[in-house]
């Protein structure tokens, strides 16, 4: 078997596939692994941009790991124990079945939850963090094939949250939940020199900002997502369909593969996008405001830097677009989270803006990411573990402050590797 990721840039053979049920066949898998002297990965559903989970050992899916072990209510709070391998998308469902919901969330909901927090999936948020700031319990198998239990207060849960799959095989993620709730989605088309000029106020102002700048122009789409008491208010399925399958997808995957064949029409292209941004309105149950559709495959390379200096950054990389004559059809993402203390997590001990590039994936760009890379780690960038960046142990370490007490962790739960890949050797060391 080859796995191939979401983007087909990434693939691997592993030498045996397996696909466990239990804990216990996961911990048979590792001590298994480390008895023949191979290594053992346990894969999500692809949608990471780097190597993260490739392995030419044993290959881990996920599938016979889904679903919800156990709700609990103590003192007001909730929280559910959900198996590792459960998409997001399903947990979604099955939360909101049960009157429940997480306080923020990316994007993306086909990936499972262990390979969502162990990447850092952040979604964007004034006053909440990305998932892993919403886990209260890790259970996972360690290199010897014992069984533990991660909490708040020990080393290991603040490591393991973000751990990259290094420190052992995730087997069942608690979050904390909440009562169900509705979120007021807006989108505005917004001037690029507008936002600029008062990023702080807009931050301030909404719990969830997130905005897209297409290059070449100065329209930005502007979404903002604040709770509302009600009634829900949901698009219609014309206009869901309009906005999220056809303008999204349908016709942006179009002006792509144009550009892709005639990249002088780039800018054209885009003003022609930036010409359909339309405002608009609905109030909706909080994760189907949160999420949306991704159907045109591309490539990614996100950043994290303190969010002083999220201006800067943003002026430098649109004059670099201009400088460099690139021609690039898709937008740039910007989003910003509060402080983690996840060790790894790329917001850890400060307030922190994402700049997310992207480029469509039949036509490649490595220069663009590349001058970008520079902008980003001249201001103390960190960059999204599951995205695509150039970054080693020796620059990470600089950036992270418990950078290593990871390693030094990792040094004693698994000094055989047995957890090991090409990606880690490069990110955390051989």
Same mark, same amino acid.
């Given at each position: 078997?080859?796995?191939?990721?979401?983007?087909?840039?990434?693939?691997?053979?592993?030498?045996?596939?397996?696909?466990?049920?239990?804990?216990?066949?996961?911990?048979?898998?590792?001590?298994?692994?480390?008895?023949?002297?191979?290594?053992?990965?346990?894969?999500?559903?692809?949608?990471?941009?780097?190597?993260?989970?490739?392995?030419?050992?044993?290959?881990?899916?996920?599938?016979?790991?889904?679903?919800?072990?156990?709700?609990?209510?103590?003192?007001?709070?909730?929280?559910?124990?959900?198996?590792?391998?459960?998409?997001?998308?399903?947990?979604?469902?099955?939360?909101?079945?049960?009157?429940?919901?997480?306080?923020?969330?990316?994007?993306?909901?086909?990936?499972?939850?262990?390979?969502?927090?162990?990447?850092?999936?952040?979604?964007?948020?004034?006053?909440?963090?990305?998932?892993?700031?919403?886990?209260?319990?890790?259970?996972?198998?360690?290199?010897? =094939?014992?069984?533990? @239990? /991660?909490? +708040?207060?020990?080393?290991?849960?603040? %490591? *393991?949250?973000? &751990?990259?799959?290094?420190?052992?095989?995730?087997?069942?993620?608690?979050?904390?939940?909440?009562?169900?709730?509705?979120?007021?989605?807006?989108?505005?088309?917004?001037?690029?020199?507008?936002?600029?000029?008062?990023?702080?106020?807009?931050?301030?102002?909404?719990?969830?900002?997130?905005?897209?700048?297409?290059?070449?122009?100065?329209?930005?789409?502007?979404?903002?997502?604040?709770?509302?008491?009600?009634?829900?208010?949901?698009?219609?399925?014309?206009?869901?369909?309009?906005?999220?399958?056809?303008?999204?997808?349908?016709?942006?995957?179009?002006?792509?593969?144009?550009? =892709?064949?005639?990249? @002088? /029409?780039? +800018?054209?292209?885009?003003?022609?996008? %930036? *010409?359909?941004? &339309?405002?608009?309105?609905?109030?909706?149950?909080?994760?189907?405001?949160?999420?949306?559709?991704?159907?045109?495959?591309?490539?990614?390379?996100?950043?994290?830097?303190?969010?002083?200096?999220?201006?800067?950054?943003?002026?430098?990389?649109?004059?670099?677009?201009?400088?460099?004559?690139?021609?690039?059809?898709?937008?740039?993402?910007?989003?910003?989270?509060?402080?983690?203390?996840?060790?790894?997590?790329?917001?850890?001990?400060?307030?922190?803006?994402?700049?997310?590039?992207?480029?469509?994936?039949?036509?490649?760009?490595?220069?663009?990411?590349?001058?970008?890379?520079?902008?980003?780690?001249?201001?103390?960038?960190?960059?999204?573990?599951?995205?695509?960046?150039?970054?080693?142990?020796?620059?990470?370490?600089?950036?992270?402050?418990?950078?290593?007490?990871?390693?030094?962790?990792?040094?004693?739960?698994?000094?055989?590797?047995?957890?090991?890949?090409?990606?880690?050797?490069?990110?955390?060391?051989?």
């Amino acid at each position: 078997m080859v796995f191939t990721n979401w983007a087909r840039n990434q693939s691997g053979a592993p030498a045996e596939v397996r696909t466990p049920s239990s804990v216990r066949d996961v911990a048979r898998a590792v001590q298994d692994a480390a008895a023949s002297g191979r290594r053992v990965r346990m894969v999500g559903t692809g949608h990471s941009f780097t190597g993260v989970a490739i392995t030419d050992g044993i290959m881990l899916r996920p599938q016979g790991l889904s679903g919800i072990r156990s709700v609990t209510t103590d003192n007001g709070s909730s929280s559910v124990c959900v198996l590792a391998g459960t998409p997001l998308s399903v947990l979604n469902e099955e939360l909101g079945k049960r009157g429940l919901a997480l306080a923020n969330m990316g994007d993306i909901t086909a990936q499972t939850v262990a390979g969502a927090i162990q990447t850092g999936t952040h979604g964007t948020g004034r006053d909440t963090g990305g998932l892993a700031d919403q886990v209260v319990r890790l259970e996972m198998v360690l290199a010897d =094939g014992s069984v533990v @239990t /991660a909490s +708040p207060g020990e080393d290991l849960f603040d %490591a *393991a949250r973000v &751990g990259l799959g290094a420190l052992g095989v995730l087997t069942a993620v608690t979050f904390r939940v909440e009562p169900s709730f509705l979120l007021h989605n807006s989108r505005r088309a917004t001037p690029l020199s507008d936002i600029l000029d008062r990023l702080d106020s807009m931050t301030s102002a909404n719990e969830h900002l997130d905005f897209f700048w297409l290059p070449h122009t100065d329209a930005c789409l502007v979404k903002t997502n604040n709770r509302h008491p009600g009634p829900a208010q949901p698009p219609s399925s014309v206009k869901h369909w309009m906005d999220n399958v056809f303008l999204e997808n349908t016709l942006f995957g179009a002006l792509c593969g144009i550009g =892709g064949r005639f990249p @002088t /029409a780039i +800018p054209r292209l885009n003003a022609l996008s %930036a *010409a359909f941004l &339309g405002d608009s309105e609905s109030v909706n149950t909080s994760y189907k405001i949160f999420t949306s559709v991704r159907d045109v495959r591309f490539l990614e390379m996100e950043y994290a830097v303190p969010r002083e200096r999220l201006e800067q950054a943003l002026r430098e990389t649109r004059d670099l677009i201009e400088r460099m004559d690139w021609k690039i059809t898709f937008p740039i993402e910007v989003r910003v989270t509060p402080p983690s203390d996840a060790w790894l997590s790329t917001a850890y001990g400060r307030p922190s803006a994402y700049i997310a590039c992207h480029i469509y994936r039949p036509t490649p760009n490595p220069a663009y990411f590349e001058g970008v890379e520079e902008i980003m780690t001249r201001l103390e960038g960190r960059p999204h573990w599951g995205k695509l960046h150039t970054r080693d142990a020796a620059y990470l370490t600089g950036v992270y402050p418990r950078f290593a007490d990871f390693v030094a962790l990792r040094d004693r739960l698994d000094p055989g590797r047995v957890f090991a890949n090409a990606y880690l050797d490069t990110v955390l060391g051989a």
